[in-house]
């Protein structure tokens, strides 16, 4: 008798990449962005995250979904810097986030009064870059204290990024770490790569960070006002 196989993986992610393109065109219905911020645990999403809507939640409308294997800590940290909402997904075990759970939380999103949705995956340089979720760009970050090779050794992750947070900056002066040497390897993954050196205790770079964030707000709802 023949054996018949099922690939179950590839039907599963058939299925989310179906529903992640749901995601993004009704994001891009809305005139809404969205950035997937990805990273190893500790690379420092959350810190990013809670002082770029403290900084500006006055001026952006932002709506944020963090992903997390367990407990809802981080989102309930960033809670404390906006009044609007922040979705947490407990994956119970799972390494990434997926499009059903982005649309699920887009469900509660007023995406008319919003203008910016930030994703927090996740902590983790493997699953999450495998999974499309809806989101206009990616965000990668990784923190000095990780080492200048994490790209040679993540490349996936740092290929299919638009943007690359090295982090963590002002600890630099008690580290051996060579930003040079790390900007390099990210060049060689990724040569379209755009990189910011930051660090959210001092602020270093994060003017840089939120021109890029204006700018996708701005590009945008152009894009969605000529197709109305």
Not at 104 to 110: E, I, R, T
Not at 176 to 182: G, H, L, M
Request: aromatic share 4%.
């Amino acid at each position: 008798m023949p054996v018949r196989v099922i690939d179950v993986r590839e039907r599963v992610m058939a299925q989310n990449d179906l529903i992640a393109a749901e995601v993004r065109q009704r994001l891009d219905d809305a005139g809404v962005p969205s950035l997937n911020l990805m990273s190893s645990p500790g690379a420092g999403k959350t810190l990013l995250l809670e002082r770029t809507l403290a900084d500006l939640a006055p001026s952006l409308r932002i709506a944020t979904v963090v992903g997390d294997v367990q407990t809802q800590n981080d989102a309930d940290r960033l809670s404390r810097h906006t009044s609007r909402l922040v979705h947490a997904v407990v994956t119970g075990g799972a390494c990434h986030l997926d499009a059903r759970q982005i649309s699920a939380a887009l469900d509660a999103v007023d995406l008319a009064d919003t203008d910016l949705v930030f994703i927090e995956n996740v902590g983790n340089l493997v699953c999450p870059a495998s999974w499309d979720l809806g989101q206009t760009s990616d965000v990668v970050l990784f923190a000095v204290t990780e080492g200048e090779d994490k790209p040679l050794k993540y490349p996936k992750m740092f290929k299919r990024s638009r943007y690359a947070l090295i982090t963590k900056v002002d600890l630099l002066p008690y580290l051996d770490f060579d930003v040079e040497r790390a900007i390099g390897y990210l060049r060689d993954v990724n040569p379209n790569i755009e990189v910011l050196l930051t660090s959210a205790r001092t602020g270093q770079g994060l003017d840089e960070w939120y021109d890029i964030l204006r700018g996708h707000v701005r590009h945008a709802s152009h894009v969605a006002a000529e197709s109305a």
